[in-house]
């Protein structure tokens, strides 16, 4: 059975850093592009960045350029975000989610993991 | 703002048909990127419900179906049920800028 369980959320002052992990379980990791898309609570969904099977390939919400490093090692099956220069408007819930392809772009999401919370407040 | 547009509320009887739109423009939709649909329940993680612009994972009901036509997509439920009641979301790629993933602003399902 496929599972995505991420982690590393919290609580964190305007201008902090953080680093969300997603440890992938049930299927060939490497196999697959990975996404983060997060949700401000009562919100719409908003992608935050893509990765493929190996991570050659990368993209960026425009929001985030600059500021967010997504990154994945396989031989650990996890997938990471790296956030820096964090704002107030990054508050959200952070989803991993695994793509029906080698590449991030193009297809769907077959499996989500259930989220960590990023608070970012003074 | 959400680069595809979706109506923020649909509803219906339980048995009705109810469609949902998805509008886009030429950039994502009409350059024929294939549009995918999320069903999230209330306090749930999104859930892949149609994929490939009409393609069902399995386990998905026939009920829900979908299509696309030049900038715009829809997704139909046929004989909704309680069990619908949802947000709906569509999904797509962009290819302005560098490209992005785009998503739609979401569109809550109320069975009366």
């Known amino acids: 059975e496929v599972h995505l369980v991420e982690s590393g959320g919290g609580v964190v002052r305007p201008g902090g850093s953080l680093r969300l992990s997603c440890v992938a379980s049930?299927?060939?990791?490497?196999?697959?592009?990975m996404n983060w898309v997060r949700q401000v609570p009562g919100k719409g969904l908003e992608w935050v960045s893509g990765i493929n099977w190996n991570g050659g390939g990368t993209g960026y919400a425009y929001s985030v350029k600059g500021r967010f490093t997504i990154s994945r090692d396989n031989a650990k099956n996890s997938l990471y975000l790296q956030m820096n220069s964090l704002r107030a408007e990054d508050t959200a819930l952070y989803y991993c989610?695994?793509?029906?392809?080698?590449?991030?772009?193009?297809?769907?999401?077959?499996?989500w993991g259930q989220g960590t919370l990023v608070t970012v407040s003074s | 703002q959400s680069v595809l547009t979706q109506p923020p509320s649909v509803s219906g009887v339980p048995g009705q048909r109810v469609t949902i739109s998805c509008t886009g423009s030429?950039?994502?939709?009409?350059?024929?990127?294939?549009v995918h649909w999320y069903q999230q329940l209330p306090g749930r993680a999104p859930k892949l419900l149609i994929y490939?612009?009409?393609n069902r994972p399995s386990g998905v009901p026939d009920r829900f179906s979908g299509s696309r036509s030049g900038t715009s997509a829809s997704l139909a439920i046929t004989g909704i049920q309680a069990e619908d009641e949802a947000d709906y979301y569509c999904q797509s790629y962009d290819n302005s800028l560098s490209g992005s993933i785009v998503f739609g602003g979401g569109t809550k399902l109320t069975v009366l």
């Open positions: 049930g299927f060939t990791f490497e196999d697959y592009g």
């Open positions: 490939g612009n009409s």
């Open positions: 989610a695994r793509i029906q392809s080698l590449e991030w772009e193009l297809s769907g999401a077959d499996y």
């Open positions: 030429s950039s994502n939709i009409g350059a024929t990127y294939d």
